[in-house]
């Protein structure tokens, strides 16, 4: 048994050892042939190569000279979506915080309006020149190849033209969008995005001044019929006193007044507020009634484009 196992050796199948093969050096050399056989084809069709190179380099080259350059301006606008969220001052409870992402898409959506691009289209033709300057601004112009001639767009045109060149980007976390515009001319951008932020701004002026105006009017119609109210309060006052000879009111009854006084001042509060959303309310649809012509207009031309 000892004399078998003797015989086996070392690299004998059966003795668990792997047995070691000669070295031939033939896998590096097929793979030096095949890098060999490369380079000879790349050289044999170089002038392909370097000609290829060149055109697409020339390519390049010609369409970065010709192509029109795009110019980006940005401009920010603050939110206040409590104000919004809230009509004229009610509190609201909203731990989800679902309450401030709908009120911010809320004048996200706003700001894309066809109404808010239309004020701006306004007040771009009606500027029509750089500042010192009798150069039309660019983004008015009309192309060169228009059928008509024309030099400038018309109202309808550049609101389409503005609603497709400008983008709107909340701020991650924040009440802050940006109106980001682009132009073949920087001043163009810079102009577009600074009168986009005006348009807005000057919106919520008007909703302002339009509750702030519903409020004034409401209280003086309030005042007056209070002022009714508190004369013929004193009169009556004035009377049981007299027939029940009290000189002064006592403590409760003065705090039962004051109270009363409070829940009243309260109720009237809330009266204002309702009034002032419904006179916001009467603003939305007077503008939706403006534009509704202006909607089926655009509702005929998109379903029969020719």
Request: glycine content about 4%.
């Amino acid at each position: 048994m000892s004399g078998e196992r003797m015989a086996k050796g070392d690299g004998y199948p059966g003795n668990g050892k792997p047995v070691m093969q000669p070295y031939t050096g033939w896998e590096n050399e097929e793979e030096v042939m095949k890098l060999q056989d490369y380079l000879q084809i790349i050289l044999r069709r170089k002038w392909i190569v370097v000609v290829s190179f060149i055109v697409v380099f020339l390519t390049s080259v010609i369409y970065t000279i010709n192509s029109q350059p795009v110019y980006q301006a940005q401009a920010t606008v603050l939110v206040n979506t409590q104000s919004k969220s809230q009509g004229a001052g009610l509190l609201m409870f909203d731990p989800t915080g679902l309450g401030f992402a709908q009120n911010l898409n809320n004048e996200l959506e706003i700001l894309k309006s066809r109404s808010v691009a239309n004020a701006v289209a306004k007040s771009l033709l009606e500027k029509k020149y750089y500042d010192n300057s009798n150069e039309i601004l660019f983004c008015i112009r009309a192309p060169e190849d228009d059928p008509d001639g024309r030099k400038i767009l018309t109202e309808e045109e550049l609101t389409e033209k503005l609603t497709q060149t400008v983008e709107f980007e909340p701020v991650r976390d924040s009440e802050v969008i940006k109106i980001i515009a682009k132009s073949g001319d920087p001043r163009d951008a810079a102009l577009i995005a600074n009168q986009f932020a005006r348009a807005y701004y000057d919106r919520n002026l008007r909703m302002s001044r339009t509750r702030s105006k519903a409020a004034r009017e409401f209280l003086e119609k309030q005042l007056i019929a209070k002022q009714e109210q508190l004369a013929k309060a004193e009169n009556a006052l004035q009377r049981y006193m007299e027939q029940t000879g009290i000189v002064s009111v006592d403590n409760e009854s003065q705090k039962v007044i004051d109270q009363l006084a409070t829940v009243q001042a309260q109720y009237e509060n809330v009266d204002i507020e309702l009034q002032s959303v419904k006179e916001s309310l009467n603003f939305y649809r007077k503008q939706i009634a403006r534009q509704e012509p202006n909607v089926a207009k655009i509702m005929s031309d998109a379903s029969d484009p020719y």
